[in-house]
């Protein structure tokens, strides 16, 4: 029933931007609490960030000024804009969200940042 859509990933340099889109279907996406996760070669995937039905947002320290997680519920849609991008920042990004006890995923977009 719930399927996520990314898109938005690609190639920029260094100090570039970039806005990454998750597209959502379901009921209960108004109600969710919806994130972004990555995960790069060889390593865990870990919460980028999240934000809450009402608004709340959290983010990764490292993330933090640079990244900006938005949500639209009337087009159940969930944005993250992310600036003064950083070859760090080089993952597979994921769109989440959580519901009770239940997680579903999107096939995530690549994000390349080039020094």
């Known amino acids: 029933q719930v399927q996520l859509v990314e898109s938005g990933g690609g190639l920029v340099q260094a100090g570039g931007s970039l806005r990454l889109s998750c597209a959502a279907s379901?009921?209960?996406?108004?109600?969710?609490?919806m994130g972004w996760y990555r995960q790069a070669p060889g390593k865990q995937r870990e919460l980028v960030a999240s934000?809450?039905?009402?608004?709340?947002?959290n983010y990764e320290d490292s993330v933090k000024g640079r990244f900006t997680i938005s949500r639209d519920n009337a087009k159940n849609t969930v944005y993250l804009q992310m600036n003064s991008l950083k070859p760090e920042d080089t993952a597979v990004y994921y769109c989440?969200?959580?519901?009770?006890?239940?997680?579903?995923w999107g096939q995530g977009t690549q994000v390349t940042v080039s020094a």
């Open positions: 379901g009921s209960i996406v108004s109600i969710a609490v």
């Open positions: 989440n969200l959580r519901w009770t006890s239940r997680n579903y």
């Open positions: 934000i809450t039905s009402g608004g709340i947002t």
